[in-house]
């Protein structure tokens, strides 16, 4: 099997993930795909280098392990080696046309880690990219919860240090071993903090993770505010009554999903309870981020929230719950990005 790890999206995930693998003893070899053709270019003239700022040290490491590919220019799909390993951290919107343009060096013998906030991606890439199951590479996820700006194109700040959890679907609890190189390598890379859990767990975490985003995403991007805002006394009385709603709502969608029932302990897990202090170690966590949905909407570009409180409303409507704050977020965030 070829060890090169190719990585597709270079925004703040992207490059964390380019940054820790490459810095790891024995780091694998890495491609990484960009489809941008300028952003090629910029790399092409000045060497591909990418800069993380943590623990108030400039980590630049100089020239990546990395060979470039610019998908516009792409030989023809016969000239084209497969990809065996390859990590996904485009936004929920991009996902499934970027990788439509890989299709053709994806096999049932790939491996995809697709790491993105908000649900419903996969359905989406399933439909409009792999519709026959036979064809389908192996998929794993990954919910990574660092908070990271982007300062440029190849630079980022690591503002908060939070993990990445691993799920690698297997039948019930069994562990999969398809995937297992792509897996052990991102959770050899210390700097992630990855860990894998059984895939019970993992959806679990997954909607866990989907109800932070729900939550802080939103509230900040229309508050122009940083995380932090969230755990401060001071959080204005609009956003508190919109945190409230927004948590209540959540909570009792999760709860009825009819694909989690046979889940034990899922009631206490979705507890208005357990949402909001897990909602509150992250904001707390990532106290100096601005979340990405801030990040977007202050670039002017799209943001994810038809895949995060807009999964939360197709879900709730899917059980007749009613869902007024969560709708209006989305209304409120289409309205900003608009502007
Ligand atoms: O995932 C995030 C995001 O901004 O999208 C959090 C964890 C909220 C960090 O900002």
């Known amino acids: 099997m070829d060890p ?15 940054h820790s693998l490459a810095t790891k003893p024995n780091p694998p070899p890495l491609t990484l795909l ?6 090629y270019e910029i790399a092409k003239v000045k060497g591909l280098k990418i800069g993380i700022h943590y623990d108030g040290v400039w980590n630049w490491e100089g020239q990546y392990n990395a060979e470039l590919v610019c998908m516009d220019d792409l030989p023809s799909p016969l000239d ?13 919107h991009k996902t499934a046309e970027a990788l439509s343009m890989l299709k ?17 991606v996969v359905e989406e890439v399933n ?3 792999f519709p026959n199951p036979k064809e389908r590479p192996h998929y794993s996820f990954g919910i990574a919860s660092h908070g990271v700006y982007r300062t440029d194109d190849f630079t ?3 503002a908060g240090h939070g993990s990445v959890i691993i799920g690698n679907p297997g039948v019930g609890n069994e562990k ?17 903090g990855a860990s894998e859990v059984p895939w019970d767990e993992f959806k679990l975490l997954q909607l866990q993770k989907l109800a932070v985003n729900a939550v802080i995403n939103p509230l900040t991007a229309l508050n122009d505010c940083l995380n932090g805002m969230l755990v401060e006394p001071s959080m204005v009385g609009g956003m508190r009554s919109d945190f409230d709603g927004l948590v209540s709502e959540i909570s009792q969608v999760f709860c009825s999903l009819p694909e989690l029932q046979e889940i034990p302990g899922l009631k206490e897990r979705f507890s208005r309870e357990s949402l909001r202090s897990a909602i509150l ?23 994810e929230i038809h895949y995060i409180n807009g999964y939360i409303v197709r879900r709730a409507q899917e059980l007749g719950i009613e869902c007024p704050v969560n709708m209006r977020m989305v209304a409120d965030i289409l309205a900003v990005a608009a502007k």
């Open 4 to 18: 090169t790890i190719h990585i597709l999206g270079l925004g703040n995930l992207g490059k964390l993930f380019a």
């Open 34 to 39: 960009l489809h941008r053709p300028n952003l």
């Open 80 to 92: 084209i080696k497969c990809i065996s390993n390859l990590i996904v951290t485009t936004k929920s």
């Open 104 to 120: 053709h060096r994806l096999t049932p013998l790939s491996t995809i880690i697709f790491i993105h906030n908000g649900m419903g």
């Open 127 to 129: 439909k409009r990219v």
């Open 156 to 158: 980022a700040v690591f």
């Open 176 to 192: 999969n071993s398809h995937g297992s190189y792509l897996l052990q390598q991102v959770i050899d890379s210390k700097l992630l």
């Open 281 to 303: 170690n992250v904001a707390s966590a990532t106290s100096q981020n601005r979340s990405s949905m801030l990040q977007d909407v202050s670039k002017g570009s799209e943001t």
